[in-house]
């Protein structure tokens, strides 16, 4: 839901997906009474969106799931080069953390093996935790 909110305005399609992902998420917890009115404000979010008939990136698996990974690796890419050149700082660990986030988004969709993108999870929250604790 953070990740949805700060990218509202700034990337509509990512903030769908990552309200999709909470939406899955909440219906395959299975939650009791209490978590209902949450995940039913999601999912009303989710139908209200119109997104789904003017991009390709929400109406198409395939579409969207590039979307999702082409996103999450500018943001790695974008720290690793920070990190590279010597200037972590406490925004580069975030952008790490986010980028994992963003290529856990990958799981809404059917993918047969996940592994790659699991690996890639692993390194990004290391290397967030890694640089956090260098600072």
Known sequence: IQRAIELKKKDPIMCYW???FTAK???????????RPF???VLE???????ASI???VASDDAGSAYIESFALKLFNMADNEDRKSRATKSTAKKF???ANFLELLSVFEVP???ENEA???????KAADIAKSI
Do not use: H, N
């Open 25 to 35: 998420q909440g219906v395959a917890a299975k939650g009791g009474k209490e978590t």
């Open 97 to 99: 953390l986010a980028a």
């Open 113 to 115: 093996d996940q592994t």
């Open 18 to 20: 990552c309200l999709y």
């Open 55 to 57: 991009s390709d990136a």
């Open 45 to 51: 979010l989710l139908e209200k969106s119109t997104l």
């Open 39 to 41: 995940l039913f404000a």
């Open 120 to 126: 890639k999870i692993r390194y990004f929250k290391w």
